[in-house]
T-cell receptor
């Protein structure tokens, strides 16, 4: 496998459920990201991990809990979500910016629907 | 407040003609800019980038222009093809940070 793989592609859950989104990258990158994309809004950065250490948490509610066990895997644990959390959740990876700037590479996303 | 703006939600162009997608930004510290293309049910795919030390970068049919004084960048696609029909996002970042700021996207339709 190559690139950035996200599972599941679609998820429907109730507000009291607990579920997890998974992301895996096969690009040898050392930074991983979670984004939220809602309709008519720009991609919103949620979390950043550099060398599996969290470096950014953009005021994300605690009902979203990220986990990065290594530089290739990233999880987003979900619990007690609200209907407004329904969105496309995108994972991305990149090299940590240094002297050479490089783009982020995205997975195909998980379409999340909260009932 | 959005730091990267794409003011045209949609654009239609005839096949073979030029497509011009625009993007404006407010943060003068941004020094790296990218364009992504997104098909339905897929994630954004990196298309082309430009650093602030340049004002133009070309890759095949795709050219990105950067006007730093106007805080404006544009993506030119020549000639446009039906397979170019997608949503195009511009993004920007600053310094050595790995936070990218995205626009809301422009949906391009290339009419055969």
């Amino acid at each position: 496998e190559t690139g950035v793989t996200q599972t599941p592609r679609h998820l429907v859950m109730g507000m009291t459920n607990k579920k997890s989104l998974k992301c895996e990258q096969h690009l040898g990158h050392n930074a991983m990201y979670w984004y939220k994309q809602s309709a008519k809004k720009p991609l919103e950065l949620m979390f950043v991990y550099n060398f599996k250490e969290q470096t950014e948490n953009n005021s994300v509610p605690s009902r979203f809990s990220p986990e990065c066990p290594n530089s290739s895997h990233l999880f987003l644990h979900l619990h007690t979500l609200q209907p407004e959390d329904s969105a496309l959740y995108l994972c991305a990876s990149s090299q940590i910016p240094g002297t050479v700037r490089q783009p982020q590479h995205f997975g195909d996303g998980t379409r999340l629907s909260i009932l | 407040d959005q730091q990267v703006k794409q003011n045209s939600p949609s654009l239609s162009v005839q096949e073979g003609r030029i497509s011009i997608l625009n993007c404006d930004y407010t943060n003068s510290m941004f020094d790296y800019f990218l364009w992504y293309k997104k098909y339905p049910a897929e994630g954004p795919t990196f298309l082309i980038s430009i650093s602030s030390i340049k004002d133009k970068n070309e890759d095949g049919r795709f050219t990105v222009f950067l006007n730093k004084s106007a805080k404006h960048l544009s993506l030119h696609i020549v000639p446009s093809q039906p397979g170019d029909s997608a949503v195009y996002f511009c993004a920007a970042s600053e310094g050595t940070g790995n936070q990218f700021y995205f626009g809301t996207g422009t949906s391009l339709t290339v009419i055969p």
